[in-house]
């Protein structure tokens, strides 16, 4: 069963601006990541935020995690083209074989 | 970051024969990977967990006599699917975590495309 519930499911927006996914989790975790998947390819890792962490940055993306109300949001600034692609919040518990549960994907487009 | 291999990229194959899909770690060792199954415009539901030198563990409702799963080194798995039928065709993509300084990062394979005919 998945876990994370992406917000929303489809974002359509002009290249430039910015694009905010958010992301509900249900149960503790112990990081949560972002994923991007361009259609028919395999997931490339965004980012990932340790529960302890409730900011990070990486070049255009920024993550935020609030772990009181269990969601992160994924911030991509100055949107290009090359963004459209469906973006997954992903989370794990526990040790080192803990399973990584996806939610259902953010399917973002950029307009040129 | 860390680099994850499948072989093929794409598979057809008639019905009723077998399709083995293979996943490499290239530039770390993976002591876990996993196996997702991704049909179009939906996630990825975890099939099995792969740990070397033992058997995978499956999730609910997955075939294990039908998927079969070997993880013969630190940077292999292989995910079989035997007796292939139609209802099999699927994007399956591997991935294996990266748990040297217990950073939990989780790389994936591009995915295989299989068709059954």
């Known amino acids: 069963s998945q876990q994370g519930e992406e917000d929303p499911q489809a974002l359509s927006i002009q290249e430039g601006e910015n694009a905010t996914m958010n992301c509900s989790y249900k149960t503790s975790i112990n990081n949560l990541q972002w994923y991007r998947q361009n259609s028919g390819r395999g997931l490339v890792h965004l980012i990932l935020i340790r529960s302890n962490e409730r900011e990070k940055h990486s070049g255009r993306l920024r993550v935020t995690l609030d772990t009181s109300k269990k969601s992160s949001s994924l911030l991509i600034t100055a949107s290009r083209a090359a963004d459209t692609a469906s973006y997954f919040c992903a989370t794990t518990f526990g040790g080192a074989n803990s399973k990584l549960t996806f939610g259902k994907g953010i399917t973002l487009s950029v307009r040129p | 970051g860390a680099v994850v291999s499948q072989h093929p990229s794409w598979v057809i194959c008639k019905s009723g024969t077998s399709v083995k899909i293979e996943c490499r770690s290239l530039d770390f060792q993976a002591t876990t990977m996993f196996w997702y199954r991704q049909f179009p415009k939906q996630s990825l539901m975890l099939m099995a967990t792969s740990n070397e030198g033992s058997k995978a563990t499956y999730e609910q409702g997955v075939e294990k006599d039908k998927f079969l799963i070997n993880h013969a080194s630190l940077t292999l798995s292989t995910l079989t699917v035997t007796s292939a039928h139609p209802e099999d065709s699927s994007f399956y993509i591997c991935?294996?975590?990266?748990?040297?300084?217990?950073?939990?990062?989780?790389?994936f394979g591009p995915g295989t495309r299989l068709t059954v005919t």
């Open positions: 991935s294996a975590r990266d748990v040297e300084g217990g950073s939990y990062e989780q790389y």
